[in-house]
């Protein structure tokens, strides 16, 4: 295979430098037990109530729309009953068996 010594060129030899041997970082430290503390979790609680509300406020918007257009419909049923001599009042509707 010719094509071997070329790709050996360019693809990476190694995997790279591990970070915990950097000079930079002192011997006592951890990397495996870092955590956002107390600020991530107030920051993340926050995301999470901000959520659940937007959801509630989202599901009352559409039900409200429902409801807009029900009541749209019934009116206008009852504009074609008007219009068309019938009794001003449609009928009750009935439950559904469930």
């Known amino acids: 295979?010719?094509?071997?010594?070329?790709a050996a060129l360019l693809l990476p030899t190694g995997i790279g430098p591990n970070p915990i041997d950097e000079p930079g970082t002192p011997p006592d430290?951890?990397?495996n037990t870092v955590t956002p503390g107390v600020a991530g979790f107030v920051a993340i609680a926050l995301?999470?109530?901000a959520v659940i509300f937007l959801l509630v406020d989202m599901t009352r918007?559409?039900?409200?729309?429902?409801?807009r257009g029900e009541i749209r419909e019934r009116l206008e049923a009852e504009q074609a009953m008007i219009a068309e001599g019938g009794p001003a009042e449609p009928e009750p509707e009935q439950p559904a068996d469930r």
């Open 61 to 67: 918007r559409i039900r409200r729309v429902r409801y």
């Open 47 to 49: 995301v999470a109530i």
């Open 1 to 6: 295979m010719t094509w071997y010594p070329f």
């Open 29 to 31: 430290f951890d990397p």
